[in-house]
């Protein structure tokens, strides 16, 4: 549970970050404010309910973050930067990084559910990869809404994923 819970707890942590990121415009204000609040009250229910469960984000053991684990972080690290600086060389909109962001953190989440035999974290993996090629397809015809599709839904998606995470240890 301990090793689950720490999993959750990252994840829950950087959905939370995707969401007050990106909940601006073209949102109305008010309800950016509502996604905000509903972010950080999913992460606080990731922390009660690992917590109530008898978890503690440690790294005892390590057999869930051992090489594999390492390969596949290397090569999202690799992904984002070599991706970034190919979006700078088109001059794409500003919008395009977090659509890039969510298509390679979905391609991590799928590489860890194979490492992993998760089958959970690959729908979670797959959801993210769409959300972000969708955002990137979204670049010529309505960018403004980039950061809701990749980034806003990106953050729920893993909050989501967060919370079944934690709940199911």
Known sequence: M?????????????GTVFVLVNSGDPLPSAIGWVLRALAVVALAAVVVLGVRAGGRPTLEGRPMFGPSYRVIVIGEVVLLVAGFFV????????????????????????????????R?????????????????????????????????????????GSLYGVRRA
């Not at 301990?2 to 950087?14: E, H, P, S, V």
């Not at 919008?95 to 391609?107: K, R």
């Open 120 to 160: 959970s974290i690959l729908v979670v993996g797959v959801v993210l990869t769409v959300l972000g090629v969708v955002g990137l397809a979204l670049l010529g015809t309505a960018a403004a809404w980039v950061p809701f599709v990749s980034g806003v839904l990106s953050g729920v998606t893993l909050l989501g």
């Open 2 to 14: 301990r090793q689950q819970f720490l999993g959750a707890l990252i994840g829950a942590a950087f």
């Open 87 to 118: 979006l700078s060389l088109l001059d794409a909109p500003v919008q395009a990084n977090v659509a890039w962001i969510a298509t390679v953190v979905g391609l991590h989440f799928v590489a860890l559910a194979s490492a992993w035999k998760a």
